[in-house]
């Protein structure tokens, strides 16, 4: 197994792994690489449906995300018989995976079964490196406030995200309340949380006060030294680290041939990989 560092800010790139008789040992090792970079990139020369799955079990807790009836924990994201006329704007937003549940994702992952030519990456921004860089009396100002989420557009939306689609059936009104700043939960690591996305408020604070201060945190982390992109390659598994992590689809077109198609299976985790589970959780979840 190799990891080597991709083209831009941050991420890694794990190359010459066998996913199905991967040892713990190994595992450990993208593990580490990816709570230290953010996200990674493993070229898995080509999986079925049941081998990713069984490898995301390693390393959480899969979310039911469809009806399929034999892979509930596998959603297919398509330009080809999907319409993407709305689809497609879906995910094109800032945003933390879960944000609004009370029970937030550990880590998404992608798997390229099909992959454009051009365009259709996913774009990237490091949470962690940006509370590093705030001032020591903002860090004292915002390290015990907590945030009210709730699914739809952000208070705190960059110009051009487009709204996000809700799950069917879902209550707009439903809000879960997260830390401002986390500990992450398997490293400790302080970090911002989805300051944008379905941030709509902070607890205790009022609107435009909280609207300010949401604003000027999001303008802080989508600075060009927080951000990076990858573009998904065929057999790429791209997993990223929710807790230190917001990311963006970018908008692609509907299908017309071979050379412009995509379809990525998506398997959204909870809890800590099965390695790790022994040791205790630092993360706080506020009800």
Not at 125 to 140: F, G, N, Q, R, S
Request: some cysteine.
């Amino acid at each position: 197994m190799q990891i080597d560092a991709l083209n831009g800010n941050f991420g890694r790139a794990v190359s010459e792994i066998d996913i199905p008789t991967l040892d713990d040992e190994k595992l450990l090792e993208i593990l580490t690489s990816l709570y230290a970079n953010r996200f990674v990139v493993i070229k898995s020369g080509g999986l079925n449906k049941a081998e990713y799955r069984n490898f995301a079990r390693r390393i959480g807790d899969p979310i039911p995300l469809s009806c399929d009836a034999d892979f509930p924990e596998i959603a297919h994201i398509s330009n080809l018989e999907t319409s993407t006329a709305k689809s497609r704007l879906g995910a094109a937003h800032w945003h933390t995976d879960q944000s609004f549940k009370q029970t937030v994702s550990s880590v998404t992952m992608l798997y390229s079964v099909q992959a454009p030519v051009a365009g259709g990456a996913t774009k990237f921004c490091d949470m962690a490196a940006a509370y590093d860089a705030l001032p020591e009396a903002t860090k004292t100002e915002i390290d015990e406030l907590v945030v009210e989420h709730r699914h739809g557009i952000s208070v705190s939306a960059p110009k051009g995200d487009h709204r996000p689609l809700p799950p069917p059936g879902w209550d707009p009104n439903y809000t879960a309340f997260h830390p401002l700043v986390r500990k992450h939960p398997e490293t400790g690591e302080k970090t911002l949380y989805a300051v944008t996305g379905t941030a709509q408020g902070i607890r205790g604070m009022g609107k435009k006060e909280a609207t300010r201060l949401l604003d000027s945190l999001t303008t802080h982390v989508l600075q060009p030294q927080f951000t990076t992109f990858y573009r998904h390659q065929v057999h790429d598994i791209v997993m990223w680290d929710n807790p230190t992590v917001m990311h963006s689809a970018t908008p692609i077109n509907q299908a017309t041939n071979s050379t412009d198609s995509r379809l990525l299976w998506r398997i959204s985790l909870r809890g800590s990989p099965s390695l790790l589970r022994a040791e205790p959780s630092v993360d706080a979840q506020v009800t």
